[in-house]
């Protein structure tokens, strides 16, 4: 069945459109489903709309050929051991640990490397259907307490809950309103300081903007009624807190963001003065200063203050002055990305090209070595405190599953602890990075990736990625539903778009706000280079994105329709001019802009995907995905574009869209939704640019 006939023969729901006009800067602006906007948990209509999307979804879905066999595969693919890198807590390592299906993965606890592995958390446990998740786990120092996270339905709520680890009991204690970043426990284990928001009204949970952020800090034991307020703003309501003790114990800093800018006022306090008063280091939000560690009252601090591609600095709190601030790694011609205070050495990691790169200073600024890594790809962990000897690694490619290494601090020697077992050749794919040139010269890298032996004649399906914000790097990173397209045949193309953190601030600046456009010229320049050099042709060629990468396909398809043969938009951004209106969206009008600005509005409205859609053109086919429980990006911005293209659409290619349950933004998904959403996508795929499975597939 091709696509045009599946198109062809779908009866869409009836979407009721409404007489709604909003005035921006006086220009008049159409909004016909605004109704989309309202909770679908608050809203009959909406609930109604949704359930009559998914039957038609669901139903054109299963009647695709090839979608069992793909789920058949995928369900092999994805069962297999994985595993996290373990980490050192109270004389105990920990890791997290899936078998293969399990939902969710669970947390084990081992005496040593080598030892038997017991059961520490299981939220496999807390629900029927998996969507109860374990978001994060911070020790006590003297691993007496764990605070756990609990999040469900992959909301960005969590609560946390403490358990007392040597008799493996849960305590009464239980802190909600939590969203973003850890607890910083006290050093003396009896409480932690946190961050929360005030209980939002009944019904209100996953729509409405968070304002006036605390911290609080809480006593083991306690009620949650009877926490100290520690920190607050109000006459800057939409600061937040991002708390963190130092490993002495000392000092309590309180790292400030308003944005996604990755720009931060730090103030701190002396925690072994009861009655010490919140001190502010950094006044302005100029810059990023993240917390690395101390020296006592000696803060190192990451910064991309005078340095576009970061470096580290040293700031003595008792001449804290910009001009006492002493360098102590520069910034170098790559990225850097992270510092870590290991063994009383510096673990700093690079992007190279978008590839990782690990090296190792001293205290004092010159350089040890550098981390030897298995190849080309993507290293992550280096996990410890200022005393360890040790710590470990995770290493992965396109086609080389996640493998875990253990790092010598001390001899500067790595060792492979845990290997994978997927079923995975490795070695029947190839990939390369090439670097294109995008509508104004700019030279952008892409990596692609497909099986040995594939013919340049323009007729492979190919499936593109990208992202391009928030600073945000897209790496080469294993998938098992990646390694499943390309099993299938697929070729798989990443590109480093302007407005990732790929090369450092100025690379991000350039595709935000007035300068976003750049971002979806670098991505239909990368359509363009795969189809000249005889990868793929326009009919073959799907593009893919979540979140601000949602928005980067739906405002490529607006903008080059006949450039595409399939689109999947993520959970999306698609509504430019209210995005900042709902729960974490006031966070990216620095990347963005607003509609409130005048300049900004006229930049938005132009590319904005819901606003750009037109009747009477042949959009590609497009299968739009999002969740109920997305308190991220909300649904309603993919509702609205979704009634809006399947009304605009003048061509017989299907335009549908996938509403999960009880699933939000991505975080915590169960296995099951993902092996189901993976198989929808690739089948819709495989149909919409006519592919044809390898003979015997699945083998």
Sequence with gaps: MASD???????????????????????????????????????????????????????????????????ERLTALWDYERHSTPFRRGGQYYYRHNDGLQNQRVLYTQDTLDGDARVF?????????????????????DGR???????????????????DIGSGDTLADEVRWAKYGDVAWAKDGRGFFYGRFDSPEEGDEYQDLNFNHKVYYHRVGA????????????????????????????????????????????????????????????TDFEHEYSFVGNDGPLFYFETDRGAPRRR?????????????????????????TSVRLINNLFV???????????????????????????????????????????????????AVPTTI?????????????????????????????????????????????????????????????????????????????????MEMGGVFALANLRGGGEYGEEWHKAGTKLNKQ?????????????????????????????????????????????????????????????????????????????????????ALLAYSPYHSLREGVRYPATLVTTADTDDRVVPGHSFKFAAALQHAQAGDAPTLIRIETRAGHGAGKPTSKAIEEAADQWAFLTHALEMDLPDGYPR
């Design 5 to 71: 006939r599946i198109g062809g023969a779908i009866e869409y729901p009836a979407t009721r459109r409404v007489d709604h006009v909003d005035t921006h800067h006086g220009r008049a602006v159409a909004d016909p489903y605004r109704w989309l906007e309202d909770d679908v948990r608050e809203s009959e209509d909406v609930a109604a709309w949704v359930a009559a999307q998914n039957v038609v979804t669901a139903g054109v879905l299963s009647a695709i050929p090839t979608r069992r066999r793909i789920t």
């Design 121 to 141: 958390i299981d939220p496999n446990t807390w629900s029927d259907d998996g969507t109860v998740a374990l978001s994060a786990t911070v020790f006590s120092d």
């Design 145 to 163: 307490y764990v605070a756990y996270g609990v999040s469900e339905a992959g909301s960005d709520w969590k609560t946390w809950r403490v358990m």
């Design 223 to 282: 009620a949650q009624a009877h926490d100290v307020l520690v920190y607050a703003r109000p006459d800057n309501p939409e600061w937040e807190f991002v708390p963190r003790v130092t490993y002495d114990g000392r000092y309590l800093i309180l790292t400030i963001w308003k944005g996604t800018d990755s720009k931060h006022r730090v103030v701190y306090r002396d925690l072994d003065e009861p009655y010490a008063t919140p001190v502010d280091l950094v």
């Design 312 to 336: 580290l600095v040293a700031v003595d709190i008792r001449r804290p002055e910009e001009s006492q601030h002493g360098e102590v790694i520069a910034e170098s011609e790559d990225t850097l």
């Design 348 to 398: 700093a990691t690079y992007l190279h090209d978008a590839q990782t790169q690990v090296r190792i200073y001293a205290k004092d600024g010159s350089h040890v070595r550098d981390v030897l890594l298995p190849g080309i790809g993507v290293a992550s962990g280096f996990r410890g405190r200022p005393s360890d000897t040790e710590t470990f690694y995770a290493f992965s490619s396109f």
């Design 405 to 485: 290494y253990r790092y010598d601090m001390v001899r500067g020697e790595s060792r492979l602890l845990r290997a994978s077992e997927a079923d995975v050749d490795s070695d029947a794919y190839a990939t390369r990075q090439v670097f294109y040139r995008s509508k104004d010269g700019t030279r952008v890298p892409m990596f692609i990736t497909h099986r040995v032996g594939l013919e340049l004649d323009g007729s492979n399906a190919t499936l593109r990625y990208g992202y391009g914000g928030f600073n945000a790097s897209m790496r080469p990173f294993f998938s098992i539903a990646r390694l499943a397209w």
């Design 518 to 602: 750049n971002v979806f010229d670098n991505f239909i320049g990368a359509a363009e280079w795969l189809i000249d050099e005889g990868y793929t042709r326009p009919a073959k060629l799907a593009i893919q994105g979540a979140s601000n990468g949602g928005l980067l396909v739906g405002a490529a398809m607006t903008q080059r329709p006949e450039l595409f043969g399939a689109c999947l938009p993520a959970v999306g951004v698609m509504d430019m001019l209210r995005f900042h209106l709902f729960t974490a969206g006031r966070y990216w009008v620095d990347d963005y802009g607003s509609a409130d600005d005048p300049d900004e509005f006229a």
